[in-house]
């Protein structure tokens, strides 16, 4: 398994500003992902990571307003952009693919954004 | 498409009773995995079980078992003796491999409330 971290923990951010959250993985993993999870809701996938290129987004989240990038095999960053009171969420980034199989999934603890 | 489907939104048990959260899924994919996640009230999602398609054995982790039956497309999962600690929201999850990544599809989840 991988352990995930995530900073910062929690914040609270002003309409219009931008927030970039940080994942870090104890080791090496082949996909990272970054879901989004709206008050009293399930998970909902943002898009995947790719190391050294452009992510790939879900229907309904675009590049400009959750830039993503992945310098590495176990760092990645997801920034909300212009950020409103509806982006007030518990943001997760998650890893597979560290020998157990590719296909488990571990999360971090998340990161809980208010937006006033 | 896939699609999980956990009908039960709240369930309320007293301490020590067995609780089962029922977990339905959908999809036409012969391969797959599902999942359980914990999620307690300090946000972060613990993995608990990964199955894949061709293995229909019960599995039993302590006070945990997980029934998996394809014939109904059912992964349920019960808790015998329930502790307070158990108190958290538990997501069933699908897995199926798209684009060269297994991407996960959550249910809705199941909030568990364990009365002392």
């Known amino acids: 398994s991988a352990v995930i971290s995530q900073k910062p923990s929690r914040d609270i951010c002003q309409r219009g500003t931008s927030l970039t959250i940080q994942c870090q993985v104890d080791s090496q993993v082949t996909m990272m992902f970054w879901y989004r999870q709206q008050p009293g809701q399930s998970l909902t996938l943002i898009a995947t990571a790719n190391q050294g290129s452009e992510a790939t987004y879900e229907s309904g989240f675009v590049i400009d307003k959750f830039p993503i990038s992945r310098p590495n095999l176990t760092f990645s960053t997801l920034t909300v952009s212009n950020m409103s009171p509806e982006d007030s969420s518990i943001y997760l980034c998650?890893?597979?693919?560290?020998?157990?199989?590719?296909?488990?999934?571990?999360f971090g603890p998340g990161t809980r954004l208010t937006v006033l | 498409a896939q699609k999980v489907t956990q009908a039960q939104t709240e369930i309320s048990v007293v301490e020590k009773e067995d609780v089962t959260l029922d977990c339905v899924y959908e999809?036409?994919?012969?391969?797959?995995?599902l999942f359980w996640y914990k999620q307690p009230p300090s946000g972060e999602l613990v993995f608990l079980i990964r199955?894949?398609?061709?293995?229909?054995q019960n599995e039993i982790s302590g006070r945990y078992s997980w029934n998996f039956q394809k014939s109904t497309s059912s992964f349920n999962f019960t808790i015998t003796a329930s502790q307070v600690v158990d108190s958290a929201v538990y997501f069933c999850?699908?897995?199926?491999?798209?684009?060269?990544?297994?991407?996960?599809?959550f249910g809705k989840g199941t909030k568990l409330s364990v009365i002392p």
């Open positions: 999850a699908l897995s199926v491999r798209r684009a060269g990544s297994y991407q996960l599809t």
């Open positions: 999809t036409r994919d012969t391969t797959y995995y």
């Open positions: 199955r894949n398609s061709f293995d229909e």
């Open positions: 998650s890893g597979s693919g560290t020998g157990g199989g590719t296909d488990t999934q571990y």
